[in-house]
């Protein structure tokens, strides 16, 4: 099937054409999984995380370099200024269309968002932050036409900060705003639930860490809202103030 135009040219118009998209097939397949249902029996008060929590960061098959835990190594798939960010191989074996995509410019700029998806994240389990990455990309790719998932990175609700992306290629989350622009998701539902502090604290060291590796301005660190012509409530009314506070305290590492 040919596709009429890049995916970072009809980039998303909102997190909730997101919401909308994976209502279908996606969304109910996700739904009726186990993992998801135990999260959802605590979706009205769900629980926040202790920043000192632990990750059970996922099992690595050997020969594959998933993930740097030790700030000094280099590993092939996973660029060397990022430290703890699990590689991209680690959710998906699926690879971008790369016909599909444009290259990224020169960065100047990073968007928070949230998934906004129906149900709300709850869990902290590894394997459930795989889950709905994998649930995003497949309406990203499969409802959306794109070449592959527009964010750049993701953050779950135990702070772990996960490659999407490849930060080479131009993102689709800010629909006219995407020429180098680095989409950071945040993993949850914020209009109804509260991002965990853990998320948070994981939040703020990675902006702090794109801020410093790419010479970014902090006044170029956005939420989606925040852009001019961005019909959104992303990412969410309780995220939006903790995003806010981040930035307060300042993003110079």
């Not at 930060?167 to 800010?174: D, K, N």
């Not at 902090?218 to 939420?223: E, G």
């Not at 990412?235 to 506070?245: E, I, M, Y």
């Amino acid at each position: 099937m040919t596709r009429p135009r890049r995916d970072d040219d009809q980039a998303s118009s909102g997190c909730d054409l997101q919401r909308r998209q994976v209502l279908g097939g996606v969304a109910r397949t996700l739904l009726s999984g186990s993992a998801l249902m135990a999260g959802l029996s605590a979706c009205s008060t769900p629980r926040r995380s202790s920043s000192t929590l632990r990750p059970d960061w996922p099992a690595v098959a050997a020969g594959n370099p998933g993930i740097v835990t030790n700030p000094g190594a280099a590993a092939a798939a996973t660029d060397p200024k990022f430290a703890n960010v699990a590689a991209r191989t680690t959710w998906t074996t699926m690879l971008p269309d790369y016909k599909g995509m444009n290259r990224m410019t020169s960065i100047g700029a990073v968007t928070v968002h949230h998934d906004g998806l129906p149900a709300p994240l709850a869990s902290t389990r590894t394997r459930d932050a795989q889950d709905r990455l994998r649930t995003i990309r497949r309406g990203h790719v499969n409802h959306n036409g794109w070449a592959d998932i527009g964010y750049h990175f993701a953050v779950d609700r135990s702070g772990r900060i996960w490659s999407c992306r490849p930060l080479t290629w131009q993102g689709a989350h800010v629909k006219n705003r995407n020429e180098g622009n680095i989409g950071v998701l945040v993993l949850g539902n914020f209009e109804i639930e509260r991002p965990t502090s853990a998320q948070l604290n994981g939040l703020a060291i990675h902006l702090k860490t794109l801020v410093t590796a790419y010479r970014i301005s902090p006044r170029k660190v956005y939420t989606h809202r925040e852009w001019p012509g961005a019909a959104t409530a992303c990412p969410g009314r309780n995220l939006q103030p903790a995003v806010n506070r981040i930035r307060a305290r300042g993003l110079v590492a």
